[in-house]
């Protein structure tokens, strides 16, 4: 089994920035793929960024170039630094990560953004 604990949400105003923070634990060996999503109210969750464990970074067009994933596998933590924030990433974002075949999920973290 795998844990993901997402921190670093919060408010904050339009064109601020935040960093998203997962931490892995438990039966961490052999994740692969981490990613982020997000789900706004009313909607479905949608898939913002992707970092497999080697290979290119991908992004979802409406956070390109504004939001960066990051991983730092010594601390088994995977990041998403936000810039640029509109009112429109307002969401819950969820970590994400693959392992032999399942998905894990955290809990999620709420990120609100005003205008």
């Known amino acids: 089994q795998v844990q993901l604990v997402e921190s670093g949400g919060g408010l904050v105003q339009a064109g601020g920035s935040l960093r998203l923070s997962c931490a892995a634990s438990?039966?961490?060996?052999?994740?692969?793929?981490m990613g982020w999503y997000r789900q706004a109210p009313g909607k479905q969750r949608e898939w913002v960024a992707t970092?497999?464990?080697?290979?290119?970074?991908m992004y979802a067009d409406s956070v390109k170039g504004r939001f960066t994933i990051s991983r730092d596998n010594a601390k088994n933590t995977v990041y998403l630094q936000m810039n640029i924030l509109k009112p429109e990433d307002t969401a819950v974002y969820y970590c994400?990560?693959?392992?032999?075949?399942?998905?894990?999920w955290g809990q999620g973290t709420q990120v609100t953004v005003s205008s």
């Open positions: 994400r990560a693959a392992q032999m075949g399942r998905a894990y």
């Open positions: 438990g039966s961490i060996f052999s994740i692969s793929t």
């Open positions: 970092i497999p464990s080697g290979g290119t970074t």
